[in-house]
């Protein structure tokens, strides 16, 4: 089993910056990529941005591209979402997701452990 815990959402201006959090315990070793996702209410998960546990690879939704930045830290097991310039259609749930075979991906349900979300609210 892997747990993840989000950390680091809130209310911000647009425009403003907030940097979200992602810690993996228990069986880390099995993890191969790490995603964000997000839920606006009444929308489907949607997807944010995906990074390989071990290479450098990372990919983005064109929606934030530019404008987010994933990175991880293997030696605190924990994944980091920047985000920067946030607009008003950032809001939403924030969730991390660990995906213990082959590398990361788009699809929510490709991925095996789901953190509990954090909320991310922008202001105009």
């Known amino acids: 089993q892997v747990q993840l815990v989000e950390s680091g959402g809130g209310l911000v201006q647009a425009g403003g910056s907030l940097r979200l959090s992602c810690a993996a315990s228990?069986?880390?070793?099995?993890?191969?990529?790490m995603g964000w996702f997000r839920q606006a209410p009444g929308k489907d998960r949607e997807f944010v941005s995906h990074?390989?546990?071990?290479?450098?690879?990372?990919y983005y939704a064109d929606s934030v591209k530019g404008r987010f930045t994933i990175s991880r830290d293997n030696a605190k097991n924990t994944v980091y979402l920047q985000m920067n310039n946030l607009k008003p259609e950032d809001t939403a749930v924030y969730y991390c997701?660990?995906?213990?075979?082959?590398?990361?991906?788009?699809?929510?349900?490709?991925?095996?452990?789901w953190g509990q979300g954090t909320q991310v609210t922008v202001s105009s």
């Open positions: 997701a660990a995906k213990t075979t082959g590398w990361g991906s788009v699809r929510s349900r490709e991925y095996d452990y």
């Open positions: 990074i390989s546990w071990r290479g450098a690879r990372t």
């Open positions: 228990g069986r880390t070793f099995s993890i191969y990529a």
